[in-house]
């Protein structure tokens, strides 16, 4: 890991990724489609955030709007299934 002139590390960005709706107009957002979904969703629950999905802004409010609908009516769990011990 490289480090700047004041002794802090320094930053490196990646490639971004591309939206992949924007990218494959078949891949359609719906809230009934778990599988699709389950890959934006963290392993706690929370939606994952764009710059780590890659998606662009627009398909980003339909994925969190859809995420929303299928928590709602218990397609997918608000959080995380831990025991309690």
Do not use: W
Request: glycine share 8%; with cysteine.
């Amino acid at each position: 890991m490289g480090f700047d002139k004041t002794g802090g590390a320094r930053r490196r960005f990646g490639r971004r990724k591309g939206c992949r709706f924007c990218a494959d107009s078949e891949i359609k957002i719906d809230y009934k489609d778990v599988r699709t979904l389950k890959y934006f969703v963290s392993e706690r629950g929370k939606i994952v955030p764009r710059r780590i999905s890659g998606n662009c802004a627009i398909h980003q409010r339909k994925i969190t709007e859809a995420i929303k609908r299928a928590r709602n009516i218990a397609l997918i769990s608000f959080t995380s299934k831990r025991t309690i011990e």
